[in-house]
């Protein structure tokens, strides 16, 4: 086992086979992390990068099994914000020193492409790199966005297992998705994907294989979270994703893709007090706290025990950086593109 690790270590491969055995095992796993740990600090170094999310609308019209966005959960107050709310969010990210602002929401069509390429101008104007977050759209969408300067998108494929995506979101269909991040890599996006883990009827096979999508796709960003049952949701009866399986294929993303921009989850913190800090401390340099303000934090509840709702910007931004500070790590200084076109 110690030699698979090795070999990852130092080629930045596996097999599917190899990456199912380390998943199943536990007593290597310290040493998984130490090895992720290495090659995060050989490749992407020391340095935490910050993105600041901006929450904008949690109206969806697509109705994931897991999701406490879903158009059918009707417990949640949904809101919107207007674009005006949105660049002032953005200003006062900028003012707490965020270089990169990353606009996130349900599915909502009533933002279009006008509404949102004027926003991304004006997000752009700012010196703020751009990164989106708003599902699936066209590729002309995609296009228009990228014209109007947005730098990265984030969409998580969310499981590889076609079979499982389409029972977990109904009326979805994994080959549209697929083909999103296919044109979103084309179009010159810095490609943001992920998954959950710990999915009812998710397999570590199926797991491994999302490593392996993630790879195969060169994906700028990975980001990976715990599944969490949420109790509005048709999965409320269901277990949580573990934490500890979270980590694992958080570091074993970072060894096949070493030079990839890996978030600690805020889902790894909803599960475990340390859980961004863990996190950071096994592949991880990425974290990304909300700069939403007031109610909206509350109402974008995709699942149970999100953290920091009742805290602002501002001391979110004190926060973060004296935990990043307290593992001897530093807030990063620079746009933080995979690609090394910081400037
Ligand atoms: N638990 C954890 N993560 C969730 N997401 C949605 N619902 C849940 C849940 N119950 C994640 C999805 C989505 C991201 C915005 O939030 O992976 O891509
Ligand atoms: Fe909507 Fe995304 Fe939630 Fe699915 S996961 S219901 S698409 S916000
Ligand atoms: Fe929000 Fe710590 S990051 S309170």
Request: proline share 3%; charged share 25%; glycine share 8%.
């Amino acid at each position: 086992m110690l030699r698979l690790l090795e070999k990852a270590e130092q080629t930045h491969q596996l097999t599917k086979e190899e990456i199912v055995e380390l998943l199943s095992e536990e007593n290597y796993d310290e040493a998984l992390f130490a090895s992720a740990d290495r090659v995060r600090r050989s490749f992407v170094g020391d340095g935490v990068h910050l993105r600041g999310l901006i929450e904008f609308s949690n109206i969806c019209k697509q109705n994931c099994l897991y999701c406490g966005l879903r158009r059918d959960n009707k417990k949640i107050r949904r809101y919107r914000l207007t674009s005006q709310e949105i660049i002032d969010f953005a200003a006062k990210a900028v003012q707490y020193g965020y270089k990169t602002v990353v606009l996130q929401s349900g599915e909502d069509d009533s933002y279009d492409v006008d509404t949102m390429t004027t926003i991304i101008r004006q997000l752009k104007e700012m010196e703020l790199a751009v990164t989106l977050s708003l599902g699936e759209k066209s590729r002309a969408d995609y296009a228009a966005y990228k014209a109007a300067g947005a730098d990265r998108y984030l969409l998580r494929i969310e499981t590889s297992d076609r079979e499982l995506y389409e029972k977990l979101d109904p009326g979805q269909s994994w080959d549209n998705r697929y083909r999103c991040l296919l044109d979103l890599k084309e179009l010159g996006f810095e490609l943001g994907t992920g998954c959950l883990v710990g999915l009812p009827g998710q397999s570590l096979e199926s797991i491994a294989d999302d490593i392996l999508l993630f790879a195969k796709l060169d994906a700028d960003m990975v980001g990976i979270g715990p599944f969490i049952a949420n109790p509005d949701t048709p999965l409320a009866q269901a277990e949580n994703g573990a934490f500890a399986l979270s980590r694992k294929v958080m570091a074993l993303t970072r060894l096949l893709l070493p030079e990839a921009n890996i978030p600690a989850t805020t889902a790894m913190e909803a599960l475990h007090p340390q859980g961004r800090i863990l996190a950071l401390q096994s592949g991880a340099n990425v974290v990304m706290p909300n700069v939403t303000e007031g109610e909206y934090r509350k109402m974008y509840l995709l699942y149970p025990g999100k953290i920091c709702l009742n805290d602002t910007p501002a001391h979110c931004r004190g926060c973060i950086t004296g935990k990043i500070n307290g593992i001897g790590r530093h807030v990063a200084t620079d746009f933080g593109f995979r690609n090394k076109k910081n400037k």
